[in-house]
């Protein structure tokens, strides 16, 4: 059953939805297309940025291993540069969201995509890793402002039904950056040497500023009429209790009213199990290809394309399976979007554990990429579960939260604590992967089963916007 509840809309969707308020007895305008040329505008556009941002942030990745030997870096050293980017992004998501919801998110978004651009292009001119240090944190702000934003702007484009099929589709933008931060790499290795990884660094920093100046223009809400229809079926705005009147309240208000929400709890633990797993792996993974304690031993440029294969090849395919596997499971189970995690992370244990072990690099490739398929279930079905149980004003907040306490619980100590323990046995990349992944995927796969029942409970018993 879907409830549609009545609610005011608070100043903060006012503004941006003047005809709304203006004419609420409009005649209504012939009925929009499913997916209206501004939406599709807004989803590419969209996709585009998300591509960016993988590959600003994968860069570094695809040219660790030249990182490696130009500063002499242990696998500890590159587990800080990683734990560095992701502290800094994790503690400024949370501000940056929360302003958000209370100003043009298109506009951060524009804002965000230049400012990380600009100090992705600047890691090119470091000297030694004090300065990989400070550039690879400093693109942690910008990225920061952007993922909490863009869910929310995306969310107001889109309905309710169709929203684990779109933030699927949108997120594969991610796997586009990923595989362009690895080609790219390989390219310029093969073509310059080793000296390559700065011009990566400067050619990947240029992309975002284009995109930034077309963000800048769009609009923060669809049309009236559709705007109208977007809203149909959402959560009440008393999930929120903290909210008073027309306006938002204080910080600590928004952060306690978005924290009740019991689908936000559980995505934090989610997604900070699958940071755990996944950060680490595609931290090291072409490392552990060119490392003297791998059976495989090959060259840079080869393990970039590899590391890409296996990241791109399964995470495309495992985005784009789960917002399909989570829309028929929903038709059967309302809590299908958690479970459809659920069943990812059950199916990635067995395959992980083989690509670690294997010897041949056939199956090592096979293995990794039915891991990250399945590992990337999750991705669009957990994302849209977080839009669908929080009120559309504190959507960009809700995203910001689930970042800083999954980052925090996940990734800001895993690629550090994987490379210490790869050091300590001897930059032993792979034994090191074991050891911290197995346990969090066998956690993750309880907690979404179990978990499950939160969701339900949120999109089905929340209570009206009167309080009834």
Known sequence: MRLVATRHPPAREMAHS???AAAPHAAPSRRAPRLTRQAAWVFWLMFSINAVNYLDRF??????????DQFSL???AIGLLSTAFILVYTVTALPLG???DRASRARVVAVAVGVWSVMSATTALARGFTGLLLTRAAVG???AGYYPAGTALLSSYFPRRDRARVMSRWQTGQLVGVALAFVISAALFAWFGHGAWRLAFLITGVPGLVLAALMWRVPDAPPSDRAERLTEGEPP???AEAISGERLGGLLDSIRAVSRIRTVRLVILLQALVYAIATPAVTFLPIYMVSAH???HVSRPLASLIAGTVTVGGGLCGMLLGGVVADRLSVRHPGGRVLTAALGFGLALPFYIIMLRASSLAVFIFAGVLATLALNLQAGPLTAAVQDATPPVLRATAVAVILLFGHLLGDVWAPVVVGTISTRLHEHTGTALLIVGVPVLAVATIAATLGAR???QDITHAPSASGT
């Open 294 to 296: 791998s059976p495989f």
């Open 74 to 76: 242990t696998d500890r």
């Open 454 to 456: 939160a969701y339900v």
């Open 59 to 68: 860069i570094v990745v695809a040219v660790g291993p030249a990182l490696k």
């Open 18 to 20: 003047r005809p709304l």
């Open 237 to 239: 705005i008393a999930h």
């Open 98 to 100: 929360l302003l958000a």
């Open 141 to 143: 702000v910008g990225e």
